[in-house]
């Protein structure tokens, strides 16, 4: 779930961010420590990676790659295997020093901080459950859908376009760590060749939908333009969605 507009210093939201901020630094401070283990890790310590984060509560892999570079033990082109080495598949092997709220739960915490909250890459994994369920989450009051993402096929762009007619939805696009805007392109000499690159203007949502959730107002006309998006089926043959260089 991606959430939009809300307020950091509502009580019950700013409680809960402490929380989750505590699970990830715990989190990635265990994975730091194994990664010293193992040697791949070196001339480094935990104090130093949060001298070279001042200010910063909330750790995460990028703060300890982010020491590492100010300390000139590496360059951007070491982060995939850093991350490989050290975090991404290693991540579920520590227990959370926190659990996570209920989908019922932060939608309700999300709305209280005066925010909207929309299903981010849908069909990531268990699609045919997730369509089956998603009658459910409509009625627990999310607002929105994430349509275009590098991991929806053309067939769950649509299905996903369709669900946001169906319920009246907000309309948001992503890439996540992939694309121009996902932060991976300086670790590749060729970023083309790496799977995190898509051709410009493949991600994201169109500047239609874009002002709709900016603005907090459904457009009055936005079913005939979701339908008419639904009835163009030269779109869904892009890679990443919609291209449209006049309408981002």
Known sequence: MTAFHFDPEQSDMREYLRILSERETHQTRVLFDRG?????????????????????????????????????????????EFCQTCYGPHRSSVKPLHDFKSTEEVIRLVHNAGGIILMAHLFWKCREETLRDFDHFAELSIDGIEVWHPDHSAKYRRVALELALKHDLYV???????????GQYARYVDPTKSHHFFPPCTLGTTKYFFEEIRDRIKKPDRDSVISALLSDDSIWQITGGLIDEDNL
């Open 36 to 80: 010293v283990e193992i040697g791949y890790l070196k001339n480094i310590t935990w104090d130093e990676v949060e001298k070279y984060n001042e200010g910063v509560s909330w750790f995460c892999n990028e703060q300890v790659f982010r020491a590492l570079k100010a300390k000139g033990l590496a360059t951007d082109k070491d982060y995939p």
């Open 172 to 182: 948001s696009g992503g890439a996540d760590h992939s694309g121009l805007l996902g």
